[in-house]
């Protein structure tokens, strides 16, 4: 047994002389003094041996550490100087190893490491005992942050972070995560707009990085990785810093403009009075059923340039702490959401996948459907609900390379000429396929023919939704919604549009975006219609998860739920908080991908570790959302070999409007209006798809 001071942490080990000499911590360099039997051991090891602060011994050969600072002034650079140094030097070098050791707790520590492993006696003794000092070191922390501007799956610029971490004294690369921005893509656009656009990416960008490099990186030194909700606090604070600077620099320009002499502004006449009534003119039907004014659209919220540094730096903060700690990104997520216990079950949200798009874009003259998804039944797993709509997915191209019937010439009197047209597409970046189509039941019909040929049934196998986008639709100028192309509808009437849809297709289960944000009270109606049957989904219609979190409101536009979107200042504690604000309120959260996407599958360890319900991540092609794919198909697996594999329920629609007495009969009404008991339209085959879509 050993003394428990800095002595008895030293052990008798043989030198490659055969005689014995003492290892230890602490040691000066010496050049041959003292007494130490055997040969000189300058002549062992190159002429470099050691004294023991703690005995006054001489230590010879490569494993004394060269790199202690702990020289006696005395010496030269080679142990040379004046000898060995004077005693009371040594005496004092000896006392401050003492109590260097003893503050360390080093003797007690050490003795009890070297008699466990004499015990265990193990293969490997310094692997052995590079492991038990690596769990006394001091835990990782934060040494620098680095960003960088790096491209996305098209091309586009955006934000990359490394996080570096002081380990065991040194600084180590632990991870690093790229984040989408939030610009929307555009396929056709205006060229200057797109100019305009692709210089404040290149902007937001910028400015991120110089964020991360300069300041971030500075306040984040020294804070553990593991103390997220440290590191959020850090960056908001940051954050809340530079909107002020913004307002502040807004207002000096503003205030710099008043003060120039302002320029008068012309006179605006009144309007004309209306024009008399003619004697015997009858009251026109304009005169008495007068279109209620659209509302204008919001302005946008404000995006501070450079917010994008904010979320990256959470994100890559908490795939640190994941990292350090030998877990996967999602169960650091679960413990961050429910800090109490972890769960002892994590579900894989139901997919949403995006099969075809007939939007805006799109070269028919079918408007609403940016895209049209489709949702496996909750009862298979991720990977089995892939492989079926791999299956449709087939089915649809091939529908698009057949070639078209053979023209059949028209009896006299008709016009022939669009028999046959063939269905185009083309890949978008939503990796789906964009297909040229005329009417709204086109779409549907043809995913109904496809899974009628391949033994599915839709209600049963898999569902249906769409994202409508309406934002997109809107024309100002007619104040209509412009669905289908020289077709517009005001939105009372796309109510009923919808209702009338959902009375053909049950099988639709959720519609995004039906509506603009503005026509709040549209929203209340097709809630009220179809809220009982069908999710109604706001995802532009949204606010943004700081203004939500903001109000704490997450009502407005009324819907079943939320697409939430990791970007710009949203950090992990952002995230955690509105899923929580989201179960509380009942609602249904729908974790997104942004329409950029980068192949960093971060995302969707976050849905997993959040538990959200549904996570749509675009269509079945393109690198970076096939990626996606493959990282939940991964964590399902771990999640069946760990046995803590969670099943969602079957799709239920919660009545939010219970404590309303008029909901029910809202429902009736619209039950009427929609014609429940009609007979469904016929599903397309795909031999018909090409004749199908030629009709007007």
């Not at 008895?8 to 000066?28: I, K």
């Not at 030097?89 to 009890?112: C, F, G, I, S, T």
């Not at 990256?312 to 990292?323: D, G, P, Q, R, Y």
């Not at 429902?667 to 199908?692: D, K, N, Y």
Request: glycine letters at 8%.
């Amino acid at each position: 047994m050993m003394n428990n001071d800095a002595q008895g942490a030293l052990v008798d080990m043989p030198n490659p002389s055969g005689s014995r000499r003492e290892e230890g911590g602490g040691a000066v360099r010496s050049s041959g003094c003292g007494s130490n039997p055997g040969p000189d051991p300058r002549e062992m090891w190159g002429g470099i041996s050691w004294r023991c602060l703690a005995t006054g011994r001489t230590l010879a050969g490569p494993q004394a550490n060269p790199r202690c600072n702990l020289k006696s002034p005395t010496m030269g650079e080679d142990g040379g100087g004046r000898g060995c140094g004077t005693t009371r030097e040594l005496q004092r070098l000896k006392q401050q190893a003492l109590e260097y050791y003893r503050e360390n707790d080093v003797p007690r520590r050490l003795e009890e490491l070297l008699n466990a492993t004499f015990y265990l006696q193990p293969a490997d003794v310094y692997g052995h005992l590079a492991n038990c000092f690596s769990k006394l070191a001091k835990p990782p922390t934060i040494c620098r942050v680095v960003g960088k501007k790096v491209l996305d799956g098209l091309g586009l610029p955006t934000l990359q972070v490394e996080i570096f971490c002081t380990i065991q004294n040194f600084p180590k690369n632990i991870c690093s995560v790229v984040i989408a921005t939030h610009f929307e893509v555009h396929e056709t656009t205006f060229p200057e707009l797109a100019e305009a656009e692709e210089v404040e990416r290149s902007d937001a960008v910028s400015t991120a990085v110089q964020w991360v490099n300069e300041t971030i990186t500075q306040e984040l030194q020294g804070i553990a990785p593991s103390n997220q909700a440290q590191v959020d606090r850090v960056l908001r604070t940051f954050f809340e810093n530079k909107v002020q600077e913004d307002k502040e620099r807004k207002e000096l320009e503003k205030s710099l403009e008043e003060s120039t002499v302002p320029v008068p502004l012309p006179l605006i006449p009144p309007p004309p009075p209306p024009p008399a009534k003619k004697k015997g003119q009858k009251q026109g039907l304009k005169d008495t059923l007068t279109e209620k004014p659209i509302i204008p659209p919001e302005p946008a919220e404000p995006v501070l340039c450079g917010s994008m540094a904010i979320g990256a730096v959470s994100l890559a903060v908490a795939k640190t702490s994941a990292l350090l700690g030998s877990n996967p990104l999602y169960v650091n997520i679960a413990l961050l959401k429910h800090p109490q216990e972890q769960p002892t079950k994590l579900a894989i949200p139901s997919l949403m996948v995006s099969l075809v798009s007939c939007g805006k874009s799109s070269p028919g003259k079918l408007n609403l459907m940016k895209e049209v998804i489709c949702i496996p039944h909750p009862g298979l797993t991720a990977k089995q609900g892939v492989e079926m709509l791999m299956e449709i997915q087939k089915q649809i191209n091939k529908t698009i390379e057949m070639p078209p019937p053979p023209k059949t010439e028209p009896k006299k009197g008709h016009n022939g000429g669009k028999r046959g047209q063939p269905i185009t597409g083309k890949m978008s970046h939503l990796g789906c396929l964009t297909i040229t189509y005329d009417t709204i039941e086109q779409p549907l019909l043809l995913i109904q023919g496809i899974c009628a040929n391949l033994g599915l049934e839709l209600g049963t196998n898999l569902h249906l939704a769409i994202n409508c986008a309406a934002h997109e639709l809107m024309d100002y100028s007619k104040g209509k919604y412009e669905v289908m192309t020289a077709t517009h509808k005001t939105a009372a009437e796309m109510v009923d549009l919808y209702v009338d849809l959902l009375g053909k297709f049950p099988s639709i289960i959720a519609i995004i975006d039906p509506f603009r944000k503005e026509d709040a009270e549209q929203w209340d109606s097709i809630y009220n219609a179809l809220g009982s049957r069908c999710y109604i989904i706001a995802g532009s219609a949204s606010r943004s998860i700081s203004k939500l979190l903001e109000d704490g409101n997450i009502s407005l536009p009324k819907s079943s739920g939320l697409i939430i979107k990791h970007t710009n200042q949203t950090t992990m504690s952002d995230l955690v908080e509105i899923t929580n604000l989201i179960d509380s309120k009942k609602y249904i959260a729908i974790f997104g991908s942004a329409e950029g996407e980068s192949s960093d599958g971060s995302l969707v360890d976050l849905a997993v570790g959040l538990g959200v319900r549904f996570i749509k991540l675009g269509g079945l092609s393109r690198g970076e959302r096939v990626t996606k794919y493959n990282r939940l198909f991964a964590i399902e697996e771990e999640l069946v070999q760990n046995g803590t594999l969670g099943f969602n329920e079957g799709y239920t629609f919660p009545d939010l409007n219970k404590d309303d007495d008029t909901a029910a009969e809202s429902r009736e009404a619209a039950a009427e209006v929609a014609g429940e008991l009609r007979e469904p339209p016929q599903p397309i085959f795909p031999a018909e798809a090409g004749e199908e879509s030629a009709k007007p």
